[in-house]
């Protein structure tokens, strides 16, 4: 009602199409951009900035939100308004021209942009100052806290993996509507930006799933020992 009352026209959002664009021009990036993008996606911003580029800005470089801006404000001279739907409409545009010339590359960068969803957190300056404070001291600390907590994330989405898979296994349909809103919550940040904090509608449903695979996991664990003893025993 807003949207239709200032612009005369109906619409739920102003940012879909500058989302997209953000995303989209991703396919564009060197090699160096796209290595030290990955870097920060499976690391942190610090490893980048440690071992690779000092100067380097994950806002800057790597979600390329400067760029995004320049772009916006030229469509803004361009159209000579300052509707911001009509921007939006023509950076929406723009983005899906972009990815129909690179659909494979576009795929790819979905993958990458999940495992951003999926982290414990982005590691990047403004998220988690505490690490680039002093980018040269304390590497040892700095680098085990950020593994540690990477591979104990990535155990605990294992088990979401197989608290899901033995959902599907066990075929019980109650509890499909779980799957589905994981499923819809990544396929978004898969088109898009996978932050962190939009896994926290669907995260309680991690947890539950988690749960479940740690039961599952356990149960097959105890079923295993128990059968050995008994065939040691019956021997």
């Not at 800005?57 to 803004?76: L, M, P, Q, S, T």
């Not at 739907?85 to 023509?90: C, I, L, T, W, Y």
């Not at 404070?133 to 993996?161: C, M, N, P, Q």
């Amino acid at each position: 009602a807003r949207n239709y009352s200032y612009f005369g026209e109906p619409s739920f959002a102003s940012r879909g199409g500058v989302l997209l664009y953000q995303r989209a021009i991703r396919v564009d990036y060197d090699r160096s951009q796209v290595t030290k993008y990955l870097i920060t996606s499976f690391g942190g911003e610090y490893f980048v900035r440690r071992f690779v580029d000092v100067e380097y800005d994950y806002e800057r470089d790597g979600k390329g939100v400067y760029a995004v801006r320049e772009e916006r404000d030229r469509i803004y001279r361009m159209l000579g308004t300052e509707n911001y739907d009509k921007v939006d409409g023509a950076m929406r545009k723009d983005a899906i021209k972009i990815v129909k010339e690179h659909p494979v590359s576009y795929f790819l960068w979905g993958l990458v942009e999940l495992n951003n969803l999926n982290s414990p957190m982005i590691y990047y300056d403004r998220h988690f100052g505490i690490f680039h404070d002093d980018i040269y001291g304390h590497e040892i600390l700095k680098s085990s806290t950020i593994i540690l907590l990477r591979f104990g994330w990535y155990l605990f989405l294992a088990l979401v993996v197989l608290g899901g898979y033995n959902i599907i296994k066990t075929k019980y349909r109650q509890a499909y509507i779980l799957l589905l809103a994981v499923i819809a919550a990544n396929s978004v940040s898969f088109f898009l930006d996978g932050v962190p904090r939009f896994l926290m509608p669907v995260f309680p449903i991690y947890i539950v799933l988690a749960l479940c695979g740690l039961i599952c996991f356990t149960n097959a664990h105890f079923y295993r020992n128990k059968a050995g003893n008994n065939l040691i025993a019956s021997g």
